[in-house]
């Protein structure tokens, strides 16, 4: 999300946003539409040094978001507020609404294709099981993914143990959400042995496919992707898009 010199700001274990008085009220929280309230940059180690850090809260809220918490204490809880979404970046609690109608209507209509893939091909196809809005453990960070996909492994995923063989992220509009998408994010899921990485991008009409040391696959809008993980399943970028420019026509 763009930010400005007036946007929200970490204070202490609170976001505020002095531009619209003390506290987090609902008119902020609706306000804010795109994926990420916190500005990663600009929380350099030396400040949050100078930060006290929180204890674990008995449930996520967003009126904690910029709360200092390491990955194992983020791990412990349980329970939290419904309606956000919750990462820990850099030792930092992010809370973020729900994902635009833009994303989850494509993401949910991938979700069919894989699903109609897995049920037409029983004997053949690779599929695992997948899921949509999905905790991601990163070495130092845990990211919440569009959708991640298990392939064969040929028994049930264990979401807290097996890393995902695939994560597909769509592209939140905005600067900073595209470095986020395609460098921070690839970076992170690969490391921790992520086969593929698809970012399917509907501001600019293709995807890209990262795999660990090789050259990136772009994909055009009238192109098909084949992923050797997946034998015989087919993604059509174009039906994805359209998905996307529905839900983009009715906003």
Do not use: C
Not at 138 to 149: E, F, G, L, Q, S
Not at 168 to 188: I, M, Q, Y
Request: glycine share 8%.
């Amino acid at each position: 999300m763009d930010m400005t010199k007036s946007g929200p700001e970490v204070v202490g274990f609170q976001v505020r946003d002095f531009s619209k008085g003390p506290g987090l009220g609902q008119d902020r929280l609706a306000g804010i539409a795109k994926r990420t309230r916190i500005d990663e940059d600009a929380i350099s180690p030396k400040r949050r040094r100078g930060m006290s850090t929180a204890q674990v809260p008995i449930a996520l809220g967003p009126e904690l978001a910029g709360t200092l918490m390491g990955p194992d204490e983020f791990d412990a809880v349980t329970e939290s507020t419904e309606g956000f979404v919750y990462e820990l970046i850099h030792g930092v609690l992010v809370v973020t609404p729900p994902p635009l109608e833009g994303e989850r209507g494509p993401n949910d209509e991938l979700g069919f294709w894989l699903r109609l893939y897995q049920f037409q091909n029983p004997d053949t196809a690779t599929l695992d099981d997948t899921l949509p809005e999905q905790l991601v453990r990163t070495r130092n960070n845990r990211r919440r993914a569009d959708r991640v996909i298990w392939a064969g492994l040929k028994r049930q995923p264990n979401p807290r143990m097996d890393v995902p063989t695939m994560v597909v992220e769509f592209v939140s509009a905005g600067k900073r959400n595209r470095r986020r998408d395609f460098l921070e994010k690839r970076d992170e899921y690969l490391a921790i042995g992520v086969s593929e990485y698809w970012v399917i991008d509907r501001f600019r009409r293709q995807m890209t496919v990262y795999r660990s040391g090789q050259p990136e696959i772009q994909v055009g809008e009238k192109e098909l992707y084949r992923s050797p993980l997946l034998p015989g399943f087919e993604l059509s970028l174009a039906h994805i898009l359209a998905v996307a420019d529905r839900w983009e026509k009715q906003s």
